[in-house]
T-cell receptor, first 111, second 121 residues
Framework: GEDVEQSLFLSVREGDSSVINCTYT??????LYWYKQEPGAGLQLLTY?????DMKQDQRLTVLLNKKDKHLSLRIADTQTGDSAIYFC???????????FGAGTRLFVKA | DTAVSQTPKYLVTQMGNDKSIKCEQN?????MYWYKQDSKKFLKIMFS???????INETVPNRFSPKSPDKAHLNLHINSLELGDSAVYFC????????????????????FGAGTRLSVL
């Protein structure tokens, strides 16, 4: 994706933690998002973080934001086979109406 | 009850044909979008409408024409289909929360349809 970059693949074993990383370039972005796409489906919001926060936790999900380095990460604890999907990092621009998505990280969970 | 629904789910057609994809949302949102997802899963915004007005029009061939008859509907018409138009097209909607002032703050959580897989032969 333009200016939002993420690694394309991640493979983990069931029960391990997964960490998906993302870098963005627009320092004025105020909200950053993680979306999940399962096969044959549309994207679904997982979580988001406001730029004045460093961390947000929601059950098995932890989002870390390093605003200085423009780095965002998503940690999934106790990864399950049902977590296998594509995870998209995204940022809002242009007053919020335009959302730029990364290319997506394909998470493979081995049983 | 599906929040964002688009039809058809699959569309197979010949090069040169004209086709339409329809989208409807029942979330009461003001803003709707069309995205194109290519075979590598790269997602790119094409158009966005806010209260029936076009607000985002990315570099898209003018063979693609969106139409928003009301806030709840955003349709996409494609003329003279080409092989390169083969992709999955996603409709989405959102309610963008804006705050004006020295620090513009905007939260934009988008709800996506299930996609229309277009194959041009």
């Amino acid at each position: 994706g333009e200016d939002v970059e993420q690694s394309l693949f991640l493979s983990v074993r069931e029960g391990d933690s997964s960490v998906i990383n993302c870098t963005y370039t627009d320092s004025s972005s105020t909200y950053l998002y993680w979306y999940k796409q399962e096969p044959g489906a549309g994207l679904q919001l997982l979580t988001y973080i406001f730029s004045n926060m460093d961390m947000k936790q929601d059950q098995r999900l932890t989002v870390l934001l390093n605003k200085k380095d423009k780095h965002l990460s998503l940690r999934i604890a106790d990864t399950q086979t049902g977590d296998s999907a594509i995870y998209f990092c995204a940022e809002s621009r242009n007053g919020g109406f335009k959302t730029i998505f990364g290319a997506g990280t394909r998470l493979f969970v081995k049983a | 009850d599906t929040a964002v629904s688009q039809t058809p789910k699959y569309l197979v057609t010949q090069m040169g044909n004209d086709k339409s994809i329809k989208c409807e949302q029942n979330l009461g949102h003001d803003t709707m979008y069309w995205y194109k997802q290519d075979s590598k899963k790269f997602l790119k915004i094409m158009f966005s409408y806010n209260n029936k007005e076009l607000i985002i029009n990315e570099t898209v061939p003018n063979r693609f024409s969106p139409k928003s008859p009301d806030k709840a509907h955003l349709n996409l018409h494609i003329n003279s289909l080409e092989l390169g138009d083969s992709a999955v097209y996603f409709c989405a909607s959102s309610q963008v929360f804006l705050r004006t002032g020295p620090n513009h703050l905007a939260k934009n959580i988008q709800y996506f349809g299930a996609g229309t897989r277009l194959s041009v032969l």
